[in-house]
């Protein structure tokens, strides 16, 4: 019988914020890590600092759902702008549904039994596919003639939330509630995006729209901060639009396992931003090559203790 | 005095076909290469077998346009999804600007003085920021109001392969002139998107339309094959219509960096897809973990001297 | 100025410990992160298991040497296995001399500049050159002729500890006072081992004897345990013993950032060992994907709470 | 049935050489792999350039054993650094004994089912444990006691070359042969040499005689070239020698798949060892972050082409 992911609850806590701290006077992962929390810290503390967040890899599925909805719900995130596969299961936690644990300790994961048992895997992540039955059901009752077909994204998104149960740590909701702007720049490439469209054959959201508003985000954003986890389109998306925002970033984070040799975005320098005007040549940047599991909890952590 | 970019060229030669069937006989990622080529004349060689071919990372500027164009123009490819950078570079490509080289042997890169000098960095490529006046120019001269709004995403392109000068080896251009089938689900995520809205405040375009579209040639391809050069949202974009497929893809190679264990998709195993229901269960995969641009010109010599 | 490194000192904290253990519930890293923490909490709490540790990576200049100690300390670690490299720095720490921090938030480290003064790099961490010639004064008074050259290793290493100063988290002090068997096969390998040559001509360690007794560790082992920092020769060399050792081993964490496709030891899959007889196939595992400078301190966290 | 490796045989290619060459027009890895060849050129074609190559990683059983052979027999190599195992299965294949293929393609590998057939796991390479009985049979025949057991692992590693049989591409053999210095300073660290000292209690081989032999060699080197594979402790004996060469080393190219920023000396840049002395600051050198297995046999190729 397979456990269910539990979404990890952080506290603050004055060992972990001086243990992070100390770690700024090492040096490889544990003082970039170090650096990396103070610079958040600073975004936080800075007056008029619009913070904006790119969330890619599988982050909601594997169990840091209620790490980005706690950073949103404490104003640690102004613009959140995430992947379809994030609010497809952030849809599937937020309606009651599970994501189960793999076994990382046994010595092979068989997929043609997986797909035998129609269990979609993401690492040593599993989701039964039957949940995607009850999406649809959802967005069939919730979700089929009743708006406004040329929106926005990002307003078809707060739609969404509106529309989901409540719970006390999904992400669309909170955005929704407290009218944070959150983007998904390649939402068809979603589970989800699928659905709607399944179920509204003339739906056409203006992703130019979002993209316009986006840009006055930053365009407004007199001091803006960057936090990036991953990195693919939500990264590319908020550095594009850096080169509106009157002085770029003049903070910048990055937690990624990419590597920057082989030239992709995700594993790419923050340095390399300032090339194209997109972060100021004097901001303060940090990139820990890390697993985002590992690192967003004791980010996190460190805020609480910090910040509130 | 920086170096011009030049793109690739590659041509069939027995003896690269002979060393890259020889690793077959070895293992890691000598045999994986082997693996792969070998699927890869496979999948041409297989009737009706209908080959998507997923492009991300920055291909273009780094001098792999021809690579790409030649399998495009030679019947290698039958349905193309790329990211709006590389859309972007093969507009500056094709209107007959340049990507310059940068120094990797020199000890630094600074990029304030690239900032300075307006030359945006791509890890050791540089492209003149002033390209986009050109590419303004062009889509202020060419691509203004004179069409249709509401178009797909593809319908676009294609329009603007149309419109692009004669070029020996642009993607855009073959697609358009041979009707090759190429989505680009973020495109708003890009340069030339970026222009393309400043000309055009009430651009739409449908991406709906292509999602629709995309899992149609799935749906239509009784034998699909997949090659994925880095992954993020064009991986994604073909596996997730792949579930719609009758037989699922029976061909799968990727080319990637990235690595499994922290759960991103650019990095997950071909074989995870399995348990999906995108690849088969009897398919035939391989996963070179390796740099594209030294692997898509000898997958192309490999494919130059065995299938034509 | 350069600021010096600080050998970073760890606390333990109930919610530290909590926060791993509810790692537990999630996936990817953070899964493996809190398996590593409670196969070494089994390790250290089961009756007679014997603790092999392997550390390789420049953990002593980094600020890790003090996590080392008290692991050493502790009774954590019963058998060490390390490379000479770390051995040379932890002379450097324990003879009051110094590494320093290089700012990573500089856009470059000029190798050629630094060269010029004399400043070692390893990363963002320096060492000045001159610290050879405290060392070579060290050894020239301390250890010059007055013991037998045909020595082990492990006995010179020792010998070593001995001589040296007082201090409050030297590694070769710890093993030498409390007759923690310390193993370096690759000791020539070294800037310690070259002064030691240049100042003893006869030299010639046994390097079988210490293999020798290596082997019995291993054969003496009833319950067998393995943290492994790194890869390379620590981790082999304790490896291959394990093959003596009447049960193999029965608990194996690894940390390390290499990967296991292109066939090295170092990123190796801890059950590939279960192939060799080198790992019990029903030992408890985790291979955590991460900087060991991140992970180390939050190990030593979770072992100070639980098991004091 | 498993089917054995084949040790890849590489011919010259002008079209293999020309696709190269073409590769420095670009950027990211495949300009890395065009400089990689091109500095070995030169350093083959510079009068006096003494080459000294670090051979890590598992290179003999996955089909390297041939391209390393016939680059000391071509005088590609001067010097030769290597791990223990390498020479176990160096041993192997010369004494006609074999490694075998495992299935990349198959879902799962189960390290349990190979411990039960006695078949030692090397990622997808096998070999079967029953090697190390002949390999036994062999050292009790001809290196039991009729030797200098003072000698260094260098003259040990000869004497081996000339007891084994005849083989067209045996590495100890033709350094053996054509007395090429070769190299393991952690030779205790192998299966070699445990069942060496088994056979040969009182064994004690010089490492110092060795160390001290290796740094003359670097001594002696007007002009020094480095070519590193893999890293680790091969990778560091050439380089801290190169300290006390005149000119340190003037060329120097590596292929790893380690990332410098956890601070290892395996993924670490090849500019870093400027800061030490080790590399000229003039120097030419190049970093190609790709499996080896790929690599070697295209930069072997390149070199038959271009120096023979």
Known sequence: MKKKIKQIDVKPDENIKKLISDM?????????????????????????????????????????????????????????????????????????????????????????????ERMNRIYDVFMPNQVYESMEDFIIEHLNNNFDKNMSVKEFLWLLGE????????????????????????????????????????????????????????????????????GGVPKNYIFQAMQFSPNQASFAIQVTMDRPEPGGLSGAEIREAISWGKINKNAEYSTVIADATIILPLLLSYLKTTCL
Chains 1, 2, 3, 4 share one sequence.
């Open 163 to 230: 529309k989901l149960p409540n719970h006390p740590h999904s992400i669309l909701k909170v955005c929704s509630e407290k009218r944070i702007p959150i983007f998904c720049p390649a939402f068809t490439d979603s589970g989800l995006a699928m659905q709607v469209h399944f179920s509204n054959n003339n739906l056409n959201l203006n992703h130019f729209s979002d993209l316009n508003e986006m840009i006055n985000y930053a365009w407004d954003a007199e001091i803006a901060g960057v936090c990036i986890v991953g």
């Open 24 to 116: 700024d006077n090492t040096g490889f992962g544990a003082k970039r890590l170090a650096r990396a929390c103070k610079i958040y810290e600073k975004m936080v503390k800075t007056k008029n600092c619009k913070k904006f967040f790119a969330l890619a890899g599988a982050m909601v599925p594997v169990g840091m759902q209620r790490v980005i909805h706690d950073m949103l719900d404490l104003g640690f995130i102004d613009v959140l702008v995430t992947t379809g596969a994030n609010l497809t299961h952030d849809v599937v936690e937020t309606l009651g549904l599970n994501h189960l644990q793999g076994n990382i300790a046994k010595i092979e994961t068989n997929d043609v039994k997986l797909y035998d």
